[in-house]
């Protein structure tokens, strides 16, 4: 059984994951953009405030995810057997179902302006979910993989729209 820390742990995790979901199964786009009938698309913000350390939000965050291997693309057009590389997109998924594309550590970049703060952004995702997304709406694309920022323990999944699928009070 599992103990009510570990829980607590990932539930921002889980958190993040639904927000992922949710933004690739929802139209994405700007608010400055309009849907295919020509109406106003609104974007929400998701932010998801914890108590704990950074470092260990990011350790955990990090731990969740599988390692993107970006040689599948270049696979896929010199035409390697799509089911073959589907298999290895499956083995890329760390335990949360996603993969880490990439991280940015804006923290270390405001250096530059004579600020010190912690801010990581991470590019995450599953191309095997975005494919069955962007198969409907190409537009989808635009929000797959999604961004998590990181920043003095908020984190936050930008560009979704996901409020309608949990409460806006959710504690990590």
């Given at each position: ?17 639904a927000?992922a979901?949710?933004?690739?199964t929802g ?16 974007i ?42 589907r298999a290895r ?25 004579g600020q ?6 991470y ?7 975005a494919v069955?997304m ?9 929000y ?7 920043y ?9 729209p996901?409020?309608?699928y ?7």
């Amino acid at each position: 059984m599992r103990g009510s820390h570990d829980w607590k742990a990932e539930r921002w995790l889980l958190l993040c994951a639904a927000v992922a979901v949710a933004t690739l199964t929802g139209v994405g786009m700007s608010s400055a953009q309009k849907d295919a009938q020509g109406r106003n698309v609104m974007i929400e913000h998701v932010h998801v405030k914890t108590a704990k350390p950074f470092g260990d939000v990011a350790a955990a965050l990090e731990a969740r995810m599988g390692k993107f291997d970006p040689a599948v693309y270049e696979q896929l057009q010199k035409g390697a057997d799509p089911e073959a590389i589907r298999a290895r997109l499956e083995k890329m998924a760390g335990p949360s179902g996603f993969m880490l594309f990439r991280t940015s550590d804006h923290g270390a970049l405001l250096r530059l302006a004579g600020q010190k703060k912690k801010a990581l952004q991470y590019l995450l995702g599953n191309p095997l979910f975005a494919v069955q997304m962007t198969r409907h709406d190409i537009r989808a694309g635009l929000y797959a993989p999604l961004r998590v920022l990181l920043y003095d323990v908020i984190v936050s999944a930008t560009d979704g729209p996901a409020s309608a699928y949990w409460p806006r009070s959710a504690e990590a």
